[in-house]
C-alpha cells in the first residue's frame, strides 16, 4: 500500500545496531536478490582492483554467485549479485557481521573501476554544540574510491571521476520490479525524486547524491534518502538507450530489508540550464567546500546533506500562543493596537553589515491600488466574510461577519499584474495567531485567500494554511457567479530562479502538483543544496499564480508569493512564529525561467484511476 | 583605461623601488640625508624586515591563517577596523581575526573593483623607521573582500551554511595604517593597525560592474556583540 504519510513525518523506528545486523545476516551470505536474470561476466574469474585513496580488493568469484574477498589481508566468503550495461559489469556484495558492502562497477572495456563502499550503524555525529546529534544506525552511509582494475599493467593515469554531465537532467525510470520514478538531478550533490509506486500523493523528496562520469554515455549515480529512509539507491545509467542497472540497499518504512539488483528503462523528461562557467565540468564533489563546512572533507563518509528538523526548536500550540500574544508584528510594526501605531524606523543593521538590509532587496514595491477603496469579499461555502474600508497605503480597517466587528490594521500591498490586487494582514485578536494574504482581482471581482495559521498537528510553531475562492462585492465591479480562481498544476515541471537579492537567490523545481523543491547555487553558480516541501498553485490569471508552501518539518515558515511569469517577477508574504513571537513579513524575487521538465503526465487523479 | 591589475601592480613596484630613497626618519630627516652610513644600512634593513613582515601578514590573511596574522602582533595591540578598537592579541585582535575576520570571509586580496582604484593622492606605500631602530610606522594600501554571515534564520542561510557560504561579502579598499615596535628578542610585532578605509563597493570577482555601499560603523562593544570590538573608535 502507497505512503500517505505527510513529508518528513515518519517516525522511523530507530533500528539498533543489533536489529540491523541480524537482518543483514539473512542476506550476507545469499547476496541480493533480482527481478531481471542475473548477468555471469565474473563467474570464475579473480580481480584486483586498486583505488586512489582507498583499499585495494581482490576478488575470487566462484560459479554459484559466491565471492571471496581479501582487504588488507583479511578474507572473507560472501553472495553477490551482478548485471552487466554495455561494457560496465555491477556487482554488489555485503561483508559478513561487518555491516558493509561494497556496490562496484568496473568498465571491462577500459578496466576503470568505481567503488562504493557502504555502511550502516556509523555512529557519525554531525552538527555543532549545542545541537550535535548522531546519524541513524539506519542510515546508509558511502564513500566513493575511483580506481582500476590491475592487469599488470601500468595504472591508467585518468580515472572515473565526478561530474555536472547529469546537473539539470530529468528521467523517468521503471524497473523490472515494478517500482517507477520520476528523477530530477536538480543539483550536483541532490536528487529531487517522486516515487509515483510509493507514495500516495506523489511528494518529492530531496536526497543526497553522487554523479561519476564513466564515460560520455555512462553515469554511475546514487542517492541516499537521509531524512526520509536511509535507503541507499545506486545505479548505472546509459544516457544513449536510456536504461539502468544498480541497486538498492537498506530499511524501508516498514523496517523490510530491501537488497536487491534491478533494471530499468526510461525517458528523458527535460533538461533544464546549469549555470556554471562552460570550464567547470563538477569535478569537484559538494562534501568538499572551499570554505570550513560541518562535513569535513576529508572525513570518511562525508557528504551535504541538510538535516534542518534535527535543530528545529519544538514549540506547543500555548507556548506559540503565549509567544504571539507577547508580540505580533506585520512588516515591522507591532500589532495589538487598533489606533495605529507610526512604524517605527526600520532596525538598524548591526555593525560590520552592509546597508540597506537585502532581505527584501529585489521585491516589488508597494502599492496604492487599494486606497480609498470599500468593499466585502465574500468566500464560497460559508468561508469567511470580511468588510474592507483601505484608508492609506499601510492602513486599512476591516470586519469580519463572525465577529461584526471593526478593526484597524498594518497591511501591505502590491499591483501583481495589471489591476490585480496582492495584499495580507493580520488577523487580530485570532488564537492560534492567523492572517490572510488576499488575491483581488478589479477587473473581475474574483478573490482567493490564503487563510493561515500558527500550528500544525506536529508543531505550535510552524504554520497552517489553505486557500479558500470568493468574490468581491464593491461598486463598479460585477462578480461570476459560478467562476472562481482554481488550483492548478501548471506550473509542474518549471523551473524558475528567484533571486531575492544581489546575495540570496534559489531556483524553485515545482516537481509535482503538490511539492516543490528549492536549491541554492554555490558561489560559482553551481546548483547545489536542496531541500523541499508540500505546496499548492492558484490560477489567477494566464501567466499569474499563487504559489504558497510551509517548509514543513524543516523551519515551519510560510512563504506565499504571487508570481507572475510574464514579468518574471514575484512578490508575496512571509508567515512564520518561534519563541520571539509571530511574524507577517514582505519578501519577492527576480525571476529567471531555468527550463522545464514534462512530468505532469505522471500526476494526477485519473492517472490513478 | 588603466587595469586593476596594472594599477596595483604600479603600486607595488613604487613601493619596493622607491621606498628607500624617500623613507623618512621620525625627526623628518631623509635616511638619505643621514650622516652616518651605518645608522643609514641599518635603517635600510629594518625597514626591508617590515616589509617582508607585512608581506607575511597579508599573505597569511588572503590564506584565511588568522591564528598566524594573530602572532605578528604585540601583547597589548590595538586594531582599529570599521569605527571599533580591537583591544589585545589574546583578546580583542585575536577576536577580530579568528572569529569576525573569519565567519565573514574577510580578509582575502581583491583586485579593486572597476572604477573604485584608490587615486594617486592615496597610494601611500612608505615605512618610516626610528633612528634607534626600536619603532616604525608604516602605510600600505589595501584591496580585501570584507564580509558578515547571513543574519537571517531562513532556511536558504542554513543551506549556504552548509556549502561554506552564507555570506554577504564585498570589495574594500584604503590603507593599513601601522605602528611597529621590536619585542624583547628583537622581532617586529604590530603594535597597532588602523582600516582607513577608503572606498567600499558591491563587487566580486566575475561581476562587470560595482556600486559603491555603505557600511554600518559598530554601535556595540563586546560582548553585547560576541564579535564586537573592545571600544568604539
Known amino acids: ?609 | 583605461m588603466t587595469t586593476p591589475n596594472s594599477r596595483r601592480s604600479f603600486i607595488r613596484k613604487l613601493g619596493a623601488g622607491a621606498s628607500a630613497a624617500v623613507a623618512a626618519v621620525a625627526s623628518g630627516k631623509p635616511v638619505s640625508a643621514m650622516a652616518d652610513p651605518a645608522q643609514r644600512a641599518a635603517m635600510l634593513e629594518e625597514e626591508l624586515k617590515l616589509r617582508s613582515l607585512h608581506q607575511r601578514f597579508e599573505q597569511a590573511l588572503d590564506k584565511g591563517l588568522h591564528d598566524e596574522v594573530i602572532g605578528m602582533f604585540a601583547d597589548d595591540a590595538r586594531v582599529v577596523f570599521n569605527g571599533g578598537i580591537f583591544i589585545g592579541r589574546e583578546h580583542g585582535v585575536s577576536r577580530l581575526y579568528r572569529d569576525r575576520f573569519a565567519a565573514g570571509k574577510t580578509g582575502g586580496r581583491m583586485e579593486a573593483a572597476p572604477g573604485f582604484e584608490l587615486g594617486a593622492d592615496q597610494q601611500r606605500d612608505r615605512v618610516e623607521v626610528s633612528p634607534d631602530c626600536k619603532t616604525a610606522q608604516a602605510e600600505f594600501p589595501y584591496s580585501i573582500q570584507v564580509g558578515v554571515p547571513f543574519e537571517t534564520e531562513s532556511s536558504l542561510a542554513a543551506m549556504a551554511r552548509l556549502h561554506g557560504e552564507g555570506v554577504r561579502t564585498w570589495w574594500e579598499g584604503g590603507l593599513y595604517r601601522l605602528n611597529y615596535r621590536r619585542d624583547a628578542a628583537g622581532n617586529w610585532q604590530i603594535s597597532r593597525l588602523e582600516y582607513d578605509t577608503l572606498s567600499r563597493a558591491d563587487w566580486r570577482t566575475g561581476k562587470r560592474y560595482a556600486q559603491p555601499i555603505e557600511v554600518v560603523r559598530f554601535t556595540a562593544g563586546y560582548p553585547q556583540d560576541v564579535h564586537g570590538p573592545d571600544a568604539l573608535a
Open chain 1, 1 to 609: 500500500m502507497a505512503m500517505r504519510i505527510p513529508m518528513h513525518r515518519f517516525a522511523y523506528t530507530k533500528l539498533t545496531r543489533d536489529q540491523i545486523g541480524t537482518r543483514l545476516k539473512a542476506v550476507e551470505g545469499t547476496g541480493p536478490k533480482s527481478a531481471s536474470a542475473f548477468s555471469n561476466v565474473l563467474g570464475g574469474k579473480s580481480l584486483k582492483i586498486v583505488t586512489r585513496d582507498g583499499p585495494t580488493l581482490e576478488y575470487r568469484f566462484a560459479a554459484n554467485r559466491k565471492l571471496t574477498l581479501t582487504e588488507g589481508g583479511r578474507q572473507s566468503t560472501a553472495g553477490y549479485g551482478e548485471l552487466t550495461l554495455n561494457d560496465i559489469v555491477f556487482f554488489s556484495h555485503l561483508i559478513p557481521g561487518e555491516q558493509k558492502g561494497y556496490n562496484i562497477y568496473v568498465d571491462q572495456k577500459t578496466n576503470l573501476a568505481t567503488v562504493f563502499e557502504v555502511w550502516l550503524s556509523s555512529g557519525i555525529r554531525q552538527g555543532r554544540a549545542p545541537n550535535e546529534y548522531t546519524l541513524d544506525d539506519r542510515e546508509v552511509q558511502r564513500q566513493i574510491y575511483f580506481g582500476y582494475v590491475d592487469t599488470g599493467k601500468p595504472a591508467p593515469a585518468k580515472l572515473h571521476d565526478y561530474t555536472n554531465r547529469m546537473t539539470g537532467k530529468g528521467i523517468h525510470w521503471k524497473q523490472d520490479n515494478g517500482i517507477e520514478t520520476v528523477e530530477l538531478y536538480e543539483s550536483i550533490a541532490n536528487t529531487y525524486f517522486v516515487e509515483l509506486t510509493r507514495h500516495a500523493d506523489d511528494l518529492g523528496f530531496v536526497s543526497t547524491s553522487d554523479y561519476v562520469l564513466a564515460d560520455d554515455r555512462t553515469i554511475i549515480y546514487n542517492r541516499t534518502e537521509c531524512e526520509f529512509s536511509g535507503i541507499h539507491t545506486t545505479f548505472v545509467c546509459d544516457l544513449y538507450g536510456v536504461k539502468q542497472a544498480g541497486a538498492r540497499f537498506g530499511f524501508n518504512e516498514k523496517d523490510e530489508l530491501e537488497y536487491y539488483l534491478f533494471r530499468g528503462d526510461g525517458n528523458v523528461v527535460g533538461q533544464i540550464a546549469y549555470l556554471e562557467n562552460f570550464d567547470d565540468h563538477g569535478v569537484r564533489p559538494m562534501f568538499a567546500p572551499a570554505a570550513p563546512a560541518p562535513v569535513a572533507s576529508a572525513a570518511k563518509g562525508a557528504r551535504y546533506s541538510y538535516r534542518p528538523v534535527r535543530t528545529f526548536t519544538h514549540m506547543t500550540d500555548e507556548e506559540m500562543q503565549k509567544a504571539a500574544d507577547a508580540r505580533t508584528a506585520a512588516f515591522g510594526v507591532p500589532v495589538g493596537t487598533s489606533n495605529g501605531p507610526a512604524a517605527p524606523a526600520p532596525a538598524a543593521a548591526p555593525g560590520g553589515a552592509p546597508l540597506p538590509p537585502q532581505s527584501t532587496g529585489n521585491n516589488l514595491p508597494f502599492s496604492d491600488i487599494l486606497v480609498g477603496r470599500n468593499f466585502t469579499l465574500r468566500y464560497d461555502h460559508g468561508g469567511p466574510v470580511r468588510d474592507y474600508r483601505v484608508k492609506s497605503k499601510t492602513r486599512l480597517e476591516y470586519r469580519d461577519h463572525r465577529d461584526n466587528k471593526w478593526r484597524e490594521t498594518e497591511y501591505r500591498a502590491y499591483e501583481g499584474d495589471d489591476n490585480l490586487a496582492w495584499f495580507a494582514h493580520i488577523l487580530e485578536d485570532t488564537s492560534p495567531r492567523a492572517c490572510t494574504m488576499v488575491a483581488l482581482d478589479l477587473t473581475n471581482g474574483l478573490v482567493t485567500s490564503i487563510e493561515s495559521h500558527m500550528g500544525t498537528p506536529w508543531y505550535g510553531n510552524e504554520t497552517t494554511y489553505r486557500p479558500v475562492f470568493g468574490v468581491c462585492e464593491m461598486e463598479g465591479l460585477a462578480a461570476p457567479m459560478y467562476v472562481r480562481h482554481e488550483l492548478t498544476d501548471e506550473l509542474v515541471g518549471h523551473c524558475f530562479s528567484w533571486s531575492y537579492s544581489d546575495q540570496t537567490t534559489s531556483m524553485h523545481v515545482y516537481g509535482s502538483p503538490h511539492s516543490m523543491s528549492w536549491v541554492i547555487f554555490t558561489g560559482a553558480q553551481q546548483m547545489g543544496a536542496a531541500w523541499c516541501s508540500p505546496c499548492i498553485f492558484v490560477k489567477l490569471r494566464p501567466g499569474v499564480y499563487i504559489f504558497c508552501q510551509n517548509e514543513e518539518a524543516c523551519n515551519g515558515n510560510q512563504m506565499t508569493e504571487l508570481l507572475n511569469t510574464k514579468a518574471s517577477h514575484d512578490c508575496g508574504f512571509t508567515f512564520n512564529g518561534s519563541a520571539r513571537g509571530c511574524n507577517l513579513g514582505v519578501t519577492g524575487a527576480i525571476g529567471r525561467h531555468i527550463g522545464h521538465f514534462d512530468i505532469n503526465r505522471f500526476y494526477g487523479p485519473m492517472r490513478r484511476a
